[in-house]
């Protein structure tokens, strides 16, 4: 009885409620203190429960004690009538003790605050997400499954190692999402670590199944014949295994004529990844982009034509008024990090407590972070983007009308048309894969029709990350690391109102830390002066 209710409770524990923990580090980091109450119910739960256990040990004994000297001779027991008496208490008032503990509704107390809390615990979905970050963070940062899962990172504090069961549904959740490559380490991950435990909590004969049909995803086939010859060998009775073998074999036999022919191709090739943008006279494919993007991430020289050695060298940095009384005395700090584009650094242009007081009116509005289908219209939530955000009107603080202006003020452009700030925190992995944020010609973004498209974008950082988290161009060549104060600014448009392709930017995936920013999106309309058109209608 006692096992089915704390079946019940862990089951209502894990209720399938979806919190989208894993998009967002305030929600991660407010799990530590959700996880203190945890430790202290179960403690204060586990103490009672010994108390409970002991009493119902003694009762136990009692019990027994009495049914042993009964047992050989019940008549010349019960023929003394203590004895008889002690059978009836034993079973009357005694039983309804025993029962009483059994159903003990004290040590359920401890958990009623846990219970209450349920809907904040981590489910699976956030499981899932957490592993994805995992990969993601593998991917763009070259870290193997063996530092990932030993909680060694370079210069990272070290966490508590992973199991091999932890390891194993890691790559278990990468095989059902396709993510082979990923699927065929940690699974490998968990077949050395399982070796190493005493108590094994997986089965080896499956993570090898799964080692072998990722193999054969990756186009690894001579890998996942060998893996399954080695199923077969340690158990021929995994009858299912057979029918792998003849089929891995037939491949191996296809891939090897196929080569010798040379008509062998790349492995599920992917036709969005050679996609061609034209930018600037300049051909992209997806796929450029997208390791163009992860370099940046990693702080490697991106080979991008906009960034020569040349350009570089006349990168600089300078103070700034925009002939604004306010800035006399303390002049606006800019960093120059491209021409053309501009893309520029304003440094020191939020103070501390703005951005605490910033942080603590949005952690509760935060809710998982969305983007417009351009095709649809449709607003959805996507792989694409992992954080949480939520819009900050004048109206809600003093602060915020403070921030607003001041924006204006360092930007010389109009703020009467532009959006709401966008307060966003990444969480585990947190990353926004490369995007536009001006609207392209046939995008279904009605708000534009009233406002001109997003001219301008300004993004303030609002905490330091100790790893990851850059705004990264893959085109231009440039990355923007996050400094808790500044704020990154360039413009989307051109000056005859054409988006601007060169400005595709990205967010790097978060290896360490909290990342906050605020994205202020500013528009076209009520700028016309302030940024007027150009005459040459190819800038």
């Known amino acids: 009885l006692l096992s089915v209710c704390v079946g019940l409770i862990f089951l209502c524990l894990y209720n399938n409620i979806s919190c989208e923990v894993f998009t967002s580090m305030a929600d991660v980091e407010s799990l530590l203190s959700t996880e203190k109450i945890l430790v202290e119910s179960l403690d204060k739960y586990i103490k009672l429960e ?7 040990k003694k009762l136990n004994q009692m019990y027994a004690n009495l049914h ?57 979905e956030d499981f899932e997400g957490a592993a994805e970050a995992l990969m993601r963070l593998q991917q763009f940062y070259l870290l193997d499954a063996t530092t990932l899962a030993n909680g060694d ?19 278990k959740h990468a095989y059902t999402i396709h993510w082979s ?52 060998k340690l158990d021929p009775n995994y009858t299912r295994l057979y029918d792998n073998l003849a089929y891995y074999q037939a491949k191996f036999a296809e891939r090897q004529y196929l080569e010798n022919l040379k008509e062998i191709g790349s492995q599920n090739p992917d036709p969005k990844s050679n996609k061609v943008i034209d930018i600037e006279g300049r051909p992209w494919t997806e796929r450029e982009m997208l390791k163009a993007y992860e370099n940046l991430c990693r702080g490697e ?18 103070y700034e008024t925009n002939k604004n009384s306010y800035f006399l005395l303390g002049p606006i700090k800019v960093e120059v990090l491209s021409f053309d584009p501009r893309i520029v650094v304003f440094h020191e242009v939020i103070t501390e407590r703005e951005i605490n007081l910033t942080k603590a009116i949005a952690t509760p509005l935060l809710a998982r972070a969305v ?32 921030i607003n202006r001041r924006i204006q003020d360092v930007s010389g452009i109009s703020i009467r048309t532009a959006e709401p700030i966008h307060i966003i925190n990444y969480g585990i992995g947190g990353h926004y ?32 990350v100790a790893a990851g988290g850059s705004t990264v161009f893959p085109i231009a060549g440039v990355q923007v690391k996050p400094v808790k104060g500044s704020a990154g600014f360039w413009y ?22 909290s990342k906050w920013v605020g994205n202020k999106w500013l528009h076209e309309f009520e700028n016309e002066f302030r940024r007027p058109c150009s005459l040459d209608s190819t800038k």
């Open 50 to 56: 010994e108390k409970r256990l002991n009493k119902l």
């Open 68 to 124: 042993n000297a009964a047992k050989n001779d019940s008549v010349t027991f019960l023929s003394n009538p203590v004895n008889a008496f002690l059978l009836v208490k034993q079973l009357s008032s005694d039983w309804n003790t025993t029962m009483k503990l059994i159903d003990n509704s004290k040590s359920r107390e401890a958990l009623t605050y846990l219970l209450l809390r349920k809907s904040l615990f981590p489910n699976r």
């Open 153 to 171: 990172i370079k210069g990272l504090y070290k966490s508590p190692e992973m199991t091999a069961a932890d390891c194993y549904e890691v790559g």
């Open 433 to 464: 894969d490369p995007h536009f944020d001006f609207a392209q010609v046939g995008d279904r973004i009605e708000m534009f029709r009233l406002s001109g498209n997003r001219m301008a974008t300004w993004i303030f950082y609002m905490s330091d």
């Open 301 to 318: 020289t991106v080979q991008a034509n906009l960034q020569t050695q040349e350009v570089k060298s006349k990168l600089h940095c300078y």
């Open 371 to 402: 983007v417009q289908d351009t095709i649809t219209g449709q607003i959805e939530v996507t792989n694409d983007r992992i954080s949480k955000s939520c819009t900050l009107e004048d109206y809600e603080h003093k602060v915020i009308a403070r």
């Open 181 to 232: 490559n990923f699927s065929l380490m940690w699974m490998n991950e968990a077949l050395n670590r399982l070796d190493e435990e005493e108590i094994h909590e997986i089965d080896k004969l499956v993570v090898l199944e799964y080692m072998a049909y990722s193999a054969y995803e990756v186009g690894n086939f001579s890998y996942g014949l060998s893996l399954t010859q080695e199923i077969t």
């Open 492 to 513: 989307n448009l051109k000056a005859n109102g054409e988006g601007d392709k060169r400005t595709l930017h990205a967010a790097c995936p978060v290896l360490s830390g």
